[in-house]
């Protein structure tokens, strides 16, 4: 399902025109984004976590050239999926 898809079944689904089903998915991505951006955690019920996890600088070895390389620290986005939904897809 892409995201027209998805609007248009949001919008079948809750009565709303796809013109404000577009604009609410886009104000929940918008303010999604901007809690992750500042070190919050984002908890929906029954669906999951998100959060913003700070992976360490480390050292990698290039295999071909035995090269050893300092990657720096980065923030990466993880998603843990919540014990109900886990639960459907087993």
Same mark, same amino acid.
């Given at each position: 399902?892409?995201?027209? *898809?998805?609007? &248009?079944?949001?919008?079948? /689904?809750?009565?709303?025109?796809?013109?404000? +089903?577009?604009? !609410?998915?886009? &104000?929940?991505?918008? $303010?999604?984004?901007?809690? $992750?951006?500042?070190?919050?955690?984002?908890?929906?019920?029954? #669906?999951?976590? #998100?959060?913003?996890?700070?992976?360490?600088? /480390?050292? &990698?070895?290039?295999?071909?050239?035995?090269? /050893?390389?300092?990657?720096?620290?980065? !923030?990466? $986005?993880?998603?843990?999926? &919540? +014990?109900?939904?886990? *639960?459907? #897809?087993?």
């Amino acid at each position: 399902m892409n995201n027209k *898809e998805f609007i &248009s079944e949001l919008s079948k /689904r809750t009565g709303l025109s796809n013109k404000d +089903a577009s604009q !609410l998915v886009s &104000s929940f991505l918008n $303010l999604m984004t901007q809690e $992750l951006q500042n070190g919050k955690t984002v908890v929906i019920q029954g #669906f999951g976590t #998100f959060e913003v996890k700070k992976k360490l600088e /480390r050292i &990698s070895v290039n295999p071909t050239t035995q090269q /050893r390389m300092l990657i720096p620290p980065k !923030l990466v $986005l993880s998603y843990k999926p &919540s +014990a109900s939904l886990k *639960e459907k #897809f087993k």
